[in-house]
C-alpha cells in the first residue's frame, strides 16, 4: 500500500499537516511519498523531529507525475494544490484536505484529515475502490493535445481588452453556436464551474450535473453561455488574428497560429475522489 502526499507550497500548516498523516500511517505501515516541494520543505526546515513525527522517517521525495503508481494520493492545500496533484495522478484516487479556501475540490477540513486518511487506506485495503469520478476535458488541434483539465480549458488571444481578441466560430457537434469577436471561449466542466468560468459571468452548476459549459468571453455580441452534454464535441475555429492560446486549467498552455481549430471533448480519464462527499452548498456560501 503507497499514499503519495503534496502539500501546499510554501504553507507550514500545510506541511505540519502532512508530518501527522505520515506518522500515523507509518504506524499503519503503509508507505508514503511526498512530492518534491513538500521534501525540500522537511529538509530545508529541519523541523521533522521537532514537529512530532516522532520515529517517522522523512519519506521518499517523488515527482508528482509519478504519483499514479500510489493507492492513493492526498491534496492539503487550496484547489490549486488539487489541481496540481491531479495533474499527475493519473488513475489513483485522490483526497482533498482544505485549508481554509473555497476548496470545491477539497472536502476535507484540517482536523478531519489523519482520520480520514486512516479511513481511506483501510477502505482501499478492506473493500476495494468505491469512488466517486469528475469527468475532464480534453482539447486538441491537429499538432497538439492539451493535458485534460479538470476545471476548464480557454482559447483566447494573447492579450484582452479593446482591439484585441479574435475571430470566432464555436460549433456543437457540428452545428453552429455562435461566431463573431470576442476576447476568448471558455468551456469548463460542471466541476469548473465556480472558478475562471464564474468570473466570466457562466453559470454555477452542481457537479453531478453531466454537462460542459460553453462561456463567449466579452463578445461584441454575446451569446449566453451554453451548457451541453459532456458526450458533446465543442469545436472553437479562430481566424483573423496573428495568434492565439488555449490553456488547460490556467496552467498548460499550447500556441495556436489561426486559421486553426480547437476540438473539446470529455477526456478518457476521469479524476477518481476518495473520502467523503464535498457539501458544495456549504462551499458556495464561502464565496464572496
Not at 466542466?189 to 468570473?199: E, K, R
Not at 462527499?277 to 456549504?282: A, V
Amino acid at each position: 500500500m503507497r499514499v503519495g502526499i503534496v502539500g501546499q507550497r510554501g504553507n507550514t500548516r500545510a506541511i505540519s499537516l502532512v508530518e501527522d498523516i505520515c506518522d500515523r500511517l507509518h504506524r499503519d505501515a503503509v508507505e508514503v511519498v511526498v512530492d518534491e516541494s513538500t521534501h525540500e520543505a522537511f529538509q530545508r526546515g529541519n523541523v521533522w523531529h521537532e514537529n512530532g513525527a516522532g520515529e517517522t522517517p522523512i519519506p521518499e521525495s517523488r515527482p508528482v507525475e509519478e504519483f499514479d503508481d500510489c493507492d492513493l494520493a492526498v491534496s492539503i492545500g487550496g484547489d490549486g494544490t488539487f489541481l496540481f496533484t491531479a495533474r499527475g495522478a493519473g488513475t489513483t484516487p485522490i483526497m482533498g484536505v482544505n485549508l481554509g479556501e473555497v476548496g470545491f475540490l477539497n472536502a476535507v477540513p484540517p482536523e478531519q484529515a489523519v482520520e480520514s486518511v486512516s479511513e481511506a487506506v483501510e477502505q482501499i485495503r478492506t473493500e476495494g475502490d468505491q469512488l466517486r469520478k469528475m469527468p475532464r476535458l480534453s482539447a486538441s488541434s491537429d499538432a497538439w493535445t492539451l493535458p485534460a483539465a479538470l476545471n476548464e480549458v480557454v482559447v483566447q488571444g494573447p492579450q484582452r481588452g479593446h482591439g484585441n481578441g479574435l475571430s470566432i466560430e464555436v460549433r456543437v457537434d457540428g452545428s453552429l453556436y455562435t461566431s463573431g469577436h470576442a476576447d476568448g471561449v471558455l468551456v469548463a466542466t460542471a466541476t469548473g464551474s465556480t472558478a475562471y468560468n464564474l468570473s466570466e459571468s457562466g453559470p454555477i452548476v452542481h457537479p453531478d450535473v453531466s454537462g460542459f459549459i460553453v462561456t463567449e468571453m466579452c463578445g461584441e455580441e454575446a451569446m449566453p453561455p451554453l451548457v451541453v452534454d459532456t458526450d458533446s464535441t465543442v469545436t472553437v475555429r479562430v481566424d483573423n488574428a496573428e495568434t492565439a492560446v488555449a490553456v488547460s486549467d490556467g496552467r498548460v498552455e499550447r500556441s495556436v497560429t489561426p486559421p486553426a481549430e480547437i476540438r473539446l471533448e470529455r477526456a478518457g480519464t476521469p479524476v477518481y475522489i476518495a473520502g467523503p462527499p464535498l457539501d458544495f452548498f456549504t462551499a458556495l456560501g464561502k464565496l464572496e
